[in-house]
């Protein structure tokens, strides 16, 4: 059972039984934030979490995302790079 | 003359229909006579409706005939009832085949049990669905069944209409090189009903796309001489309504799914639930086939008409292999866009 | 939609390709020799076929498809015992959508939902337990289905239901876990594996410790993968250098979501409510030691298996698989969808005879369903 979705947690609807109203993409659902509850259910509210069978299971840590989207535009420079020096490559060829 | 109108007062006894409403006697001319005809207004008394239309009499045009049963739960969701589906389901069947609706009959399985005040609402959802649609309710039928042998209330609507003589839209008509245009965005109405039922307690703003279409088919036939064919892209969602236009005229189409466009909640309740969007139901959902050449000006016309504005070309035509419904990706990678198999189940997995 | 989307974007998915493209090329793979890739989850397969990216990587990568689809793996016999539980007719049955179509050796749920059992399907054991609040009179089963990812959540429902006193709720357990099936794999002579991409929502919770194992006794790569085309290539090119490098280690590519301590709070609810059977069975696997999770006697109140009289141990076991159907080859790696007897011929999502051709996440769904009728190009 894999399918998760990120969603965000916009009210708590239920202090005592950790239940909160996430949103995904304009679709709200009533989750279980049991197993991501900080001390002051509050805290909760604007943050993400992958949400699986009405559970939000991890909050999203927006650094490392930003990280892992950082190494993947890294990959688009140097390819870039690299591509430019194959121009620069065969553009000497064809004038050679 | 009376200076005042004498209102109405309701002889139906109680808020839900019962067996009695059912039995042929006065209980069942009081439902049929306040709930029904006195608001669809049918031409005449008799068992029949006698129609005439002078569009039947041009050499070459035809009658269209269709029908189509409607089941929807719940019976009332964001943006309709059943019985605006009834009527623009029904109108649309004619409109894709060119022809212009006219009639409807109307049908009621009633379970015992049902709200008057809900057959009411749909009874009053179809008329005013109908004016809008120009077309008429002439007749129609009521039963009423046991408690638990129907879900409320299910429709039937048969309609006729006339195909003038210069039309002839058939798949078969399809051929390599046309394109696929769609009117706007995908899977309104199966993400609304989806969220109504209830039953994965998920609630969004979506309403239902439910529309009668025969407005814009007119606007597309006129502005487009060499239009193929159309379907409303309805149950199974447009990637079965593109299976069954692919098999019947013997190509392949590929579309593109850059082109595809769904609201965010749609997008999101798929995401939730893992539903492909290409099956999710449509009720306002147009899908026709242009010859390459008229596709500007096909979209210009759609775009200028409420139920357009969003009109885009999906996908082309191709050789073959004959049915085979393909898919560029986003990723520009490509995939089969295959008839659905039995019902779409949610994915937690 | 946030943290979705921007990792679905195609302009940097071709420069990752790119990368791949080159790896691959410097470490001299090739579709004659290709590197074995094997993503473990269920998701990760259908990641693969939806977005085309068996077709988009090089032919030196074979991805071979693992055994982590939990419906897939599911013995016949246990679908058999929920038809049964089903069929009571105080039961309301209730399951994810992945299992309605399962074959048992009798019936599917689907088909003993025609036939009039009350199974009713819930997105969450939440929505299971509302139901059995909303009907005290009837027994709610929620067919406990899943790896780690899901377990917390039942386990959770558990908890509460205990703490309710909510009686008329039980769950028909039949979670497994990852690491077990992935040391039988490797354990397996027979099976050429190179790399692991990892199962990204089960790491969630238990972390990325578990596969250690993998890497230090094994001596190969598994990086944690993220759901989305490009967590998925970033993945595989993570694999790639490993291998290029000679290196084999854990890595986190779906740090975003996995802690690599994982989440304490689901473990300890796991911990509290499960503890593993001695031995579970897994279609095509066999029995695996320490694999399958049973309810606590401490909340034996709420373990259908006791309240029925059903479940592992009590009936008959290792029910014979259908004729022609070769799922437990197919789940392993051992043989391609396609290269099945029965695919798309007696085999077909219409009429399955595995669960492989009926679950969206088995291998064969997915082939099926998005075309790789072939042998990619």
């Not at chain 2, 009621?108 to 669905?129: K, N």
């Not at chain 3, 993570?238 to 996995?258: C, H, K, P, S, T």
Request: proline share 6%; with cysteine; hydrophobic share 40%.
């Amino acid at each position: 059972m894999c399918l998760g979705i990120p969603g965000q947690i916009i009210e708590i609807t239920d202090a005592t039984r950790l239940m909160a109203m996430a949103d995904v993409s304009g679709v709200r659902r009533e989750v279980s934030v049991a197993c991501v509850a900080p001390a002051n259910l509050q805290n909760l509210i604007g943050e993400w979490a992958l949400i699986h069978v009405g559970f939000a299971m991890s909050v999203i840590d927006a650094d490392e995302a930003e990280k892992t989207l950082e190494a993947l535009r890294g990959l688009g420079e140097a390819q870039e790079t690299l591509e430019a020096m194959a121009q620069g490559d065969a553009a000497l060829e064809g004038r050679a | 003359m009376n200076a005042q109108t004498p209102t109405k007062t309701s002889r139906l006894r109680g808020d839900r229909v019962t067996l009695a409403h059912g039995g042929g006697g006065k209980a069942m001319r009081d439902l049929i006579e306040e709930v029904f005809t006195d608001v669809f207004d049918p031409p005449g008394d008799e068992d029949q409706a006698r129609l005439m239309t002078q569009a039947l009499q041009d050499p070459g045009a035809q009658l269209a005939f269709t029908t189509d049963s409607f089941v929807v739960t719940p019976p009332v969701f964001p943006g309709g009832d059943i019985g605006k589906i009834a009527v623009c389901g029904t109108v649309n069947d004619l409109a894709v085949g060119g022809a212009i609706p006219l009639w409807l009959s109307a049908a009621f399985i009633i379970e015992e049990g049902c709200e008057i005040a809900l057959l009411r609402q749909i009874v009053q959802s179809m008329d005013t669905e109908a004016r809008k649609a120009g077309v008429r309710i002439v007749t129609g039928d009521t039963k009423v069944v046991e408690r638990g042998s129907a879900d409320q209330v299910f429709v039937t609507t048969s309609g006729v209409g006339v195909i003038p003589p210069d039309r002839d839209l058939r798949a078969a008509n399809i051929r390599p090189g046309d394109v696929a245009i769609v009117n706007g965005v995908l899977g309104d109405h199966g993400a609304t009903i989806l969220a109504a039922r209830g039953d994965m307690a998920l609630s969004t703003d979506l309403i239902s796309d439910c529309n009668s279409l025969n407005g814009l088919m007119e606007t597309v036939i006129a502005a487009a001489p060499g239009l193929r064919a159309a379907r409303d892209a309805t149950r199974g969602g447009v990637a079965s309504c593109l299976n069954e236009m692919a098999d019947a005229a013997g190509v392949g189409i590929e579309i593109d799914e850059t082109t595809l466009s769904l609201r965010h909640e749609v997008k999101g309740m798929c995401e939730v639930l893992g539903l492909d969007p290409l099956y999710l139901a449509n009720e306002g959902t147009l899908v026709l086939f242009v010859p390459q050449e008229e596709a500007d000006q096909t979209l210009a016309a759609m775009r200028q008409h409420s139920m357009g504005k969003d009109a885009v070309v999906i996908g082309k035509v191709l050789d073959g292999p004959a049915g085979r419904v393909t898919m560029r990706t986003l990723f520009g990678g490509t995939r089969l866009v295959d008839m659905l198999v039995g019902e779409q189940l949610p994915r937690i997995c | 939609m946030r943290y979705v989307e921007e990792f679905r974007d195609p302009m940097a998915a071709k420069a990752v390709l790119a990368a791949i493209e080159t790896v691959i090329d410097q470490i001299g793979a090739t579709r004659d020799k290709p590197v074995h890739i094997m993503e473990v989850c269920g998701g990760h397969t259908h990641a693969i076929f939806r977005y085309g990216l068996d077709k988009l990587t090089p032919p030196g990568i074979e991805f071979i498809h693992g055994p982590g689809c939990p419906v897939c793996v599911l013995p016949m016999s246990r679908i058999d015992e929920c038809v049964q539980i089903a069929e009571r007719p105080e039961v309301i049955f209730t399951t994810f959508g992945d299992a309605m179509r399962v074959p048992g050796t009798r019936k599917s749920l689907m088909q003993a939902k025609a036939d009039g059992a009350d199974i009713r399907m819930v997105y969450s054991p939440l929505d299971a337990m509302e139901l059995a609040r909303r009907n005290p009179d009837r027994e709610v089963v929620f067919f406990g289905l899943g790896f780690e990812t899901t377990t917390p959540s039942t386990a959770l429902s558990i908890q509460q239901a205990a703490r309710e006193k909510l009686n008329n709720f039980s769950v028909f357990c039949n979670h497994i876990t990852v690491p077990p099936p992935i040391k039988a794999l490797l354990d397996d002579p027979h099976m050429v594996l190179d790399g692991f991409v990892g199962p990204g929502h089960v790491s969630m919770v238990i972390g990325v410790h578990p596969y250690d194992f993998i890497a230090e006794d094994y001596g190969k790569p598994i990086v944690v993968a993220g759901f989305e085309p490009l967590d998925l290539l970033q993945s595989v090119l993570m694999v790639l250098r490993q291998i290029q490098d000679g290196r084999a280690e854990v890595e986190n590519q779906y740090a975003r979501v996995v802690p690599d301590a994982g989440n304490p709070i689901s473990m300890a609810a796991i911990e509290d409510v499960y503890e593993a059977r001695p031995t579970f069975e897994w279609r095509g696997l066999g029995e695996i030691d320490a694999s399958g999770l049973r309810i606590r006697q401490a909340y034996q109140a709420y373990d259908a298996e006791e309240k029925f009289g059903v479940g592992y141990g009590a009936g008959p076991r290792l029910v014979k698989e259908p004729e022609g159907c070769a799922c437990g080859q197919v789940m392993t790696g051992r043989i391609k969808p396609f290269q099945c007897e029965q695919y798309g011929k007696g085999c077909t999502p219409e009429m399955p005879l595995g669960a492989l051709m009926v679950s969206s996440e088995g291998a064969c769904a997915a082939y099926y369903q998005y075309g790789a009728t072939e042998a990619a190009e």
